[in-house]
């Protein structure tokens, strides 16, 4: 029962630096999201996608991008990583109403 | 103004009493309501899902008032194991799942 599996696990940048985070669902779930989470604000909605080929910006969509090419995947890539987004990552699948989360990824940019 | 706001924490309890947290959305198009649970440094799961009619699990009771806009999640008989962050979870596309909005949490510590 692997439910969302995202990895790296724990990462740290430098500023400028690319990466993608990795984010894989074997529920076969419609939907998914990128949230980030940071002390005080809750989780906030990066990007989320409603199937395949589909995506749409969330509440902080700004230097990250997604697709969705499968059901299974939603890769999450910053493109110029800056110290502001040092933050926990989550990735979530959900049908119909509940999420089900990923154990999350602890950034560092430094 | 955040879109979902919950009271400010932490709530500090002894074991048994009852604690009562309190949410409003300010989005009226809103759809579905949830109380999530967050442990230290883990990721948040499901604690209930909130309806209009008021719902009940055990010790926890969500109700939902569309008209204000207010969500709220009673824990009676607090036990340690319930010390965690809870989080506010507004839904505005119905059951589609894919744009959930999180309050900022409430912390609880449940104390012996």
């Known amino acids: 029962n692997a439910g969302v599996t995202q990895t790296p696990k724990f990462q740290v940048l430098k500023t400028g630096q690319s990466m993608t985070l990795q984010c894989a669902q074997d529920?076969?779930?419609?939907?998914m999201s990128w949230y980030r989470q940071d002390p005080g604000m809750g989780l906030r909605l990066i990007h989320y996608?409603?199937?395949?080929?589909?995506?749409d910006q969330g509440e902080v969509p700004n230097g990250y991008n997604v697709s969705r090419s499968t059901t299974e995947d939603f890769p999450l890539r910053l493109l110029s990583a800056a110290p502001s987004q040092t933050s926990v990552y989550f990735c979530?699948?959900?049908?119909?109403?509940?999420?089900?989360f990923g154990q999350g990824t602890r950034l560092t940019v430094v | 103004r955040k879109e979902v706001e919950q009271d400010p924490g932490p709530f500090n309890v002894p074991e048994g009493a009852t604690v009562a947290f309190n949410c409003t959305y300010s989005?009226?198009?809103?759809?579905?309501f949830f109380w999530y649970r967050q442990d230290c440094r883990k990721e948040p799961k499901l604690l209930m899902s909130?309806?209009?009619s008021g719902n009940e699990d055990g010790r926890f009771t969500a109700q939902l008032n569309r008209a204000s806009q207010y969500i709220s999640l009673l824990i009676r008989d607090s036990k340690l194991s319930d010390s965690a962050t809870y989080l506010c979870?507004?839904?505005?596309?119905?059951?589609?799942?894919?744009?959930?909005?999180f309050g900022q949490g409430t912390e609880l510590s449940v104390k012996p």
């Open positions: 979530a699948s959900s049908y119909p109403d509940e999420a089900f």
């Open positions: 529920m076969n779930h419609e939907y």
């Open positions: 996608s409603v199937g395949a080929g589909i995506t």
């Open positions: 989005n009226s198009a809103s759809q579905s």
């Open positions: 909130v309806y209009s």
């Open positions: 979870v507004v839904n505005r596309e119905g059951n589609q799942g894919g744009k959930l909005i």
